[in-house]
């Protein structure tokens, strides 16, 4: 069973940046889709970014797209979330997610029941 552990979350600024890391472990830990949802507070779960194995693949929703960056080293089977120019709105639980059986495309890597492994999250505060 793959295990996934999130970490680098924090209380921030807005306008300020920050990292997330996604450690995987397990017997299979190189999974072929990784990616990172949110929860904010009292709402659904959200896609935020999605990358396939080799890294040349990536997908982001809009709200994000041009702040964060996704990134992946399957040497160390991390995943990684660099977030800047931080908003109040960013403001969520983030989640570490992956998948062994998925076609990378916008559509499927933004579903969030296309992904069999999930973390515990992480919790990132943005204050104005």
């Known amino acids: 069973q793959v295990q996934l552990e999130e970490s680098g979350g924090g209380l921030v600024q807005a306008g300020a940046s920050l990292r997330l890391s996604c450690a995987a472990s397990?017997?299979?830990?190189?999974?072929?889709?990784m990616a990172w949802f949110r929860q904010p507070p009292g709402k659904e779960r959200e896609f935020v970014a999605a990358?396939?194995?080799?890294?040349?693949?990536?997908n982001y929703a809009n709200s994000v797209k041009g702040r964060f960056t996704i990134s992946r080293d399957n040497a160390k089977n991390e995943v990684y979330l660099q977030m800047s120019s931080l908003k109040p709105e960013d403001t969520a639980a983030y989640f570490c997610?992956?998948?062994?059986?998925?076609?990378?495309?916008?559509?499927?890597?933004?579903?969030?029941?296309?992904?069999?492994?999930w973390g515990r999250g992480t919790q990132v505060t943005v204050s104005t």
């Open positions: 990358i396939s194995w080799s890294g040349g693949m990536t």
């Open positions: 997610v992956g998948d062994n059986d998925i076609v990378f495309s916008p559509e499927t890597t933004e579903r969030v029941d296309e992904y069999a492994y």
């Open positions: 397990g017997p299979t830990p190189s999974l072929y889709a």
